[in-house]
Structures are given as C-alpha cells and as structure tokens.
C-alpha cells in the first residue's frame, strides 16, 4: 500500500522558515521523482519543486532562492526548506512521487505565513 505522508506545515511569521517532510512507504522510492506542489485557495496546484532518483532538481521561479528540496533515499524521506517564507506561500502543500505513468500524492500540510 503507497503511502506519502507529510509533516512539518504550521503557521508562521513572514520571513521566518519551515521544514516540511514526506514519508514514503510501498514502492521504490529511488526510482521515483519526488516533488511538492502546492494549491492556494482558489488557485490551481502548482509545482514547487522536485528532485530525481539521481539528485537533479528543479524549482518554480516563485521558490528560487529560497526553498531547497532534499531526498535520503535510505529513510525514503522527500523533504523541503522554505526560507524567507511569504505571505504569498501560504498553501496546502502536497508531497508527490512519479514515475513511468504512475504518480501517488499525500493528503497535505497546510502552511500559513502571517504578516
């Protein structure tokens, strides 16, 4: 049974920083690209950043600078630093992992950044 479940999300002061962090459990999660996206009140989900198997990662514009997404793929664990965190990051983040068509997502952490 694949199961992604995030932690880490929680409120927060504008410039201040969070650490969020996904368990994976029932596949390889080497082989998978792990990523987190996001969705904002009546916005659409977009992609926050993601990392491969083999480390190669990529960030939304938005993000650039300031979040780093990391993996330990002995604790099959995906996790993202948000720095200088803005009230513009307030979301629901979700925890993602893809691979040859299959694609498995977490329930979410909410992240609320308070002025």
């Known amino acids: 049974q694949v199961q992604l479940v995030e932690s880490g999300g929680g409120l927060v002061q504008a410039g201040g920083s969070l650490r969020l962090s996904c368990a994976a459990s029932?596949?390889?999660?080497?082989?998978?690209?792990m990523g987190w996206s996001r969705q904002a009140p009546g916005k659409q989900r977009d992609l926050v950043a993601a990392?491969?198997?083999?480390?190669?990662?990529t960030y939304a514009d938005s993000v650039k600078g300031r979040f780093t997404i990391s993996r330990d793929n002995a604790k099959d664990t995906v996790y993202l630093q948000m720095n200088n965190l803005k009230l513009e990051d307030t979301a629901v983040y979700y925890c993602?992992?893809?691979?040859?068509?299959?694609?498995?997502w977490g329930q979410g952490t909410q992240v609320t950044v308070s002025s």
């Open positions: 993602h992992a893809d691979y040859s068509g299959r694609d498995y």
């Open positions: 029932g596949f390889t999660f080497g082989l998978y690209r």
């Open positions: 990392a491969t198997g083999a480390g190669s990662t």
